[in-house]
């Protein structure tokens, strides 16, 4: 029985392209601020004597790449997304560190900065309220990169039964 080592190779070099892609998108759009993200994305080939599964993941624990591609509807601004904020508001916390490796500031009716603590609140409630858009940076990719896979499934798969045929 054939091992299906060109389609396997196939499916491999489909999946590192998206990834590949996928960061390139993250990094055009500017939502590249630690590479967290972009270092987090990764994918999963099985292959069997019944077929293929491949999965494509986010390495953390929390679906943060899946909420910044599809987007999360607020309570104010909806987007067609799964995804929306119900009462639970973002992490201010991890806002907070975002504000301040930007070393972003708003300034109070004095003049005076506001603290990173209070930005990472404000900004928590406005994304509550208004969401996150989807960025489709990973949607994009592998919708384009999939429209030519069966092409090239297919040309893999002639190969492996001209091989299996043949003997080799």
Do not use: C, H
Not at 6 to 11: A, D, E, P, Y
Not at 48 to 59: A, H, R, V
């Amino acid at each position: 029985m054939t091992k299906f080592k060109s389609i396997s190779r196939t499916l491999n070099s489909f999946a590192k392209e998206v990834i590949l892609e996928s960061k390139k998108e993250l990094q055009s759009q500017g939502k590249s601020n630690t590479g967290a993200l972009a270092k987090s994305l990764g994918y999963d080939l099985k292959v069997n004597k019944d077929g293929f599964l491949l999965k494509f993941l986010d390495t953390r624990d929390e679906p943060y790449a899946d909420f910044i591609d599809k987007g999360v509807s607020g309570v104010m601004k909806k987007y067609n997304t799964p995804y929306k904020y119900l009462a639970k508001k973002p992490p201010a916390g991890a806002l907070t560190k975002w504000v301040a490796s930007k070393r972003f500031q708003f300034r109070d009716e004095k003049g005076r900065f506001l603290s990173y603590k209070t930005m990472g609140y404000i900004i928590s409630n406005s994304i509550f309220k208004k969401g996150i858009k989807p960025s489709l940076f990973f949607t994009k990719p592998f919708k384009r990169l999939f429209e030519k896979l069966p092409d090239r499934m297919f040309n893999e798969f002639i190969v492996e039964l001209d091989d299996f045929y043949s003997g080799k």
